[in-house]
């Protein structure tokens, strides 16, 4: 018995020793303590070693985006890292355009703080701020797509770019999708989705970014299209998304507090024909930028704008559109139906709307590589017109796209 005490005792020894070794030699060899961190040649902060550089940046006011909280799915708090800071790891090479990475352009939620470090981060992001607002106006545009309509404070203006975003943040929250007020004409879908029985919510808050569908000069307001993020087909029990189930939970009157503007996907200043394609909530930002181009800039640049959705009821602020395409010779709109219903008696183009694209347009342009294109839409729309694209010679430096929001 003793014997087996003192083997157990000599063993709590060792392993003690060695504890105490690692620690040692942790503290001696692996950095701690502060640093310095250059921003734009002319502003240093403090930082911890071992903090992530997207917090250093967010700890002294300069507000880089992030939607993912941190986990590097978004792809949106880049940064450019002009010393220290390693190397590009696979999860932000998946974000980055090989121009990207070689210029040492880096995602700040990823970046371990080891040592003094100099940064370069977009201007804008010293200006974005926090504003309180108050919810106007909430109206269902299709199905699963909210307009959601945000009263600025009266003695804040914005100023953007359109195709710019915001952040909104979720509080700590639970609702029923039960008490949701859906227009009459979605009701008989919701229905047959059994979507009444879901439920979603929230211990903590949740940011993400969503995309403005007004353009500058509808001054005083934030307009949002908002798509419901259900459980993905094959897992009824994950839950919704958070963020967009609070936003549907949102009334009249309701405060919401937003972050902005960011954002880089504005139309480049050129004479290049102008060719937009979308689909679902990727309305927003290409709605903000033609109306811009057309109602504020007075643009002649030849404009089309290609829009895919399922059924009639699915395809929204069509009558902005019409009206555009009758006030303006230089502007075409070309609304397409994937699964049509019969009750739409629908007439116009059918199908996947970058293969519309390519049979009624792309395929007999003289030169459709030296056209500007702007896309927004779900990831596989994206990828499927990236894909046709390429295959007609586009250049990438004429390709401009968003897929965070759609």
Not at 1 to 29: D, H, Q, S
Not at 272 to 293: H, K, Y
Not at 318 to 326: G, I, P, W
Not at 379 to 391: G, I, K
Request: with cysteine; aromatic share 10%; hydrophobic share 40%.
């Amino acid at each position: 018995m003793l014997e087996a005490t003192l083997g157990v005792l000599f063993f709590a020894g060792i392993v003690l020793l060695l504890t105490l070794f690692v620690l040692a030699a942790r503290r001696v060899l692996v950095p701690h303590g502060e640093c310095d961190i250059e921003i734009n040649a002319q502003r240093k902060v403090k930082a911890q070693i071992g903090q992530r550089l997207l917090a250093v940046c967010q700890q002294a006011g300069i507000h880089i985006p992030s939607a993912c909280a941190g986990a590097g799915t978004c792809g949106l708090c880049k940064a450019r890292v002009v010393s220290g800071g390693g190397e590009a790891g696979p999860q932000e090479l998946a974000h980055l355009s090989q121009r990207e990475a070689h210029r040492g352009t880096r995602l700040a939620c990823q970046v371990a703080v080891l040592g003094e470090m100099s940064i370069e981060v977009d201007d804008a992001y010293f200006d974005v701020k926090t504003w309180q607002c108050k919810v106007e106006q909430v109206r269902n545009v299709s199905t699963l797509i909210r307009e959601i309509l945000l009263r600025l404070p009266d003695s804040e203006p914005m100023e953007f770019r359109a195709g710019g975003f915001v952040e909104l943040t979720s509080p700590a929250y639970q609702v029923a999708f039960s008490e949701f007020d859906i227009e009459a004409e979605f009701r008989d879908v919701w229905d047959r989705m059994n979507l009444w029985k879901l439920s979603a919510g929230s211990d903590v808050e949740v940011t993400r970014a969503y995309s403005m569908a007004n353009h500058p000069a509808e001054t005083g307001i934030i307009i949002l299209n908002i798509r419901l993020a259900l459980p993905p087909p094959g897992h009824p029990g994950a839950p919704p998304g958070v963020v967009s189930s609070w936003l549907f939970s949102l009334k009249p009157g309701d405060p919401v507090a937003l972050r902005g503007p960011y954002g880089h996907f504005a139309v480049e200043p050129s004479e290049r024909e102008l060719v937009f394609i979308g689909g679902g909530a990727g309305m927003a930002p290409l709605r903000a930028q033609i109306l811009d181009l057309l109602e504020t800039q007075g643009s002649s640049r030849k404009i089309t704008y290609w829009y895919g959705a399922r059924s009639r009821r699915e395809l929204y602020y069509s009558e902005v559109f019409d009206k555009l395409q009758s006030e303006h010779d230089n502007f075409e709109w070309h609304p397409a139906l994937s699964e049509a219903e019969k009750s739409d008696a629908w007439e116009g183009f059918t199908g996947f709307i970058h293969q519309v694209a390519y049979d009624n347009y792309l395929a007999r342009h003289p030169a459709p590589e030296s056209c500007e294109y702007y896309l927004c839409g779900p990831p596989l729309m994206v990828q499927s017109v990236l894909a046709m694209l390429d295959e007609l010679g586009v250049s990438t430096e004429n390709i401009h796209y968003d897929d965070f929001g759609s």
